[in-house]
Structures are given as C-alpha cells and as structure tokens.
C-alpha cells in the first residue's frame, strides 16, 4: 500500500450519509465510496437515495453505496432510521449528519414555527442521530482509528450573516457548538466530531441563487477566491476527517467557503 492510499483510504468503512440524495451529502457519499467505504445514503426521497445509490454503483469505485428512506425530521422517524441502520450493520465508522433544511422571509414577517422545523432538522435531528448511534460508533472506534462524526454547519453559522434565513443561520451557529460540545464528550469513546462550514455551493436549497453557471458566476465573484465550492473540494475535506489523515483532529468548525469567513472589507489607514 502506497503512503498516500495508508494515509488518505477509508476501506472497508462504513458510513452513513443523511440527506445525501443531492447536494454537499451526495458530494461526501460520493467521495466515500470512489475511496472504498461502504455508504448507506438516506433521505425523505428513499427512492432518490435508491438512484444515487446505483448511479454510484455503477461506476465500478472501490467501495459500494445502498440508498434507502430516512426521514429526521421528527423523533419516530430517526428512531426508524437507526433500526434501519442496525438492519444492515452492528458497527459504524462514520456518521454524517448531512440533513438539513432552511427558511428564507423578511425580518417582519418571519413565522414563528420556521424556528421550530428547522432547529428539528438541523440542530435536534444530529444529536438525536448522533446519541442513538453511539453503540455502533463504538463498535467501530479503536485508539488508532476512531468513529468519525461530521455535522454540517455553515459559513452563515460563523458570520453574523442571515440573507432573511434568521433560523437557518442560528441553527447552524447551533450546530457548531454543540459540536465542539460533542467532541469533548466523545473524545473518550474514541469518537471524533467535527463539522463543515461550507460556503456556496451548488445544491437543491441554493438552487434559486447557484442553479444555473450564470447565476454560480456570480455568487463565485462574492468569494475571495472567485468561484463556488466544487464537489471534490468536499470530497477532500470527507476524505481527510474519515481517514487515518484525520485521526487526531476533533473539535474542529473546518471553512470549506473559499476565504468567506475571513472575509471583512475593514481597513484603518489604507483607502
């Protein structure tokens, strides 16, 4: 085995993906089955899962995907979704909580249960997953090759920024703390817990502003570093909190957003 597949390989890994059907998920599903883990996909669209399942079967990758229906979006069906997992399996190395939902009004008249349904998804849904999972985390972890669990937070979640998303940015300010919470709770499981803050990249909830190259072209000359995210820069990042590469990291809010959360337009002296 060469130094960069004993570094960089998730083999004979499994893994879970929630909300993997499209967007960031299937771009981190995908990523882990091309490196060699074996990836349950879910989702509410169990038969969207089912297709991106095959479609990553289909490209003869080292590891192998199954897709099925997961719905967090309530306590029943993530209790559903964990005895759906233990159907296929008594350990799990990786957990990705990838579901996740927004809601987009004007400050004066933002409902009040858009805070209730997507704190439900985003913030309640990957602790509950997170915690009914944990004997399978477990069973997988060892000293020299912990359980990984990802959260995905958000550039919105760092930034004071809420583009009339005044839930969705809180949530995911939510989501970074209680992974940094979960990280030091788990550390003695031989457990990780990280998450992802990405900027834009093109998916179904940012369809209306990166759905078309046009539109992606120009949110891309709002980042730093001028274009969006593309799939393989989530991929890398999957590939190196999964593996041996990642092992020592926990704890940690990782930018995926191309310079947007150092970005300030401050000065002092310079016009």
Not at 43 to 71: I, M, P, Q, Y
Not at 126 to 141: G, I, N, S
Not at 237 to 251: D, K, N, Q
Request: charge should be neutral; glycine fraction near 10%.
């Amino acid at each position: 085995m060469s130094y960069l597949d004993d570094m960089f390989s998730v083999t004979g890994k499994i893994a879970l993906v929630t909300g993997a059907a499209t967007g960031i998920g299937r771009m981190a599903a995908t990523a882990l089955v091309r490196a060699g883990a074996t990836v349950m996909i879910a989702s509410r669209k169990g038969e969207d899962c089912t297709k991106v399942a095959d479609e990553l079967n289909a490209v003869g990758a080292l590891g192998k995907a199954e897709g099925f229906a997961g719905d967090v979006s309530s306590e029943a069906g993530i209790a559903a979704l964990v005895e759906a997992v233990k159907a296929r399996t008594d350990r799990l190395h990786i957990l990705i909580n990838n579901a996740g939902i927004s809601w987009g009004a004007p400050l004066e008249t933002f409902p009040y249960h858009a805070w209730a349904k997507v704190f439900g998804v985003n913030v309640t849904a990957v602790f509950q997953l997170t915690r009914d999972l944990l004997p399978l985390l477990e069973k997988a972890a060892s000293d020299a090759d912990p359980a990984r669990v990802i959260n995905l937070g958000s550039v919105m979640g760092t930034q004071p920024l809420a583009d009339d998303a005044y839930s969705y940015t809180a949530s995911k300010a939510a989501v970074h703390h209680l992974t940094r919470t979960l990280a030091i709770e788990l550390a003695a499981r031989r457990i990780t817990v990280n998450a992802f803050a990405p900027g834009p990249f093109q998916s179904r909830m940012t369809a209306f502003a990166t759905g078309t190259e046009e539109k992606a072209k120009h949110v891309g000359g709002h980042v730093p570093i001028g274009r969006i995210g593309e799939p393989d820069d989530i991929g890398g990042a999957t590939l190196y909190l999964c593996s041996r590469a990642g092992s020592y990291v926990t704890g940690a809010i990782l930018p995926i957003d191309g310079g947007q959360s150092v970005q300030h337009g401050l000065t002092l002296f310079k016009e």
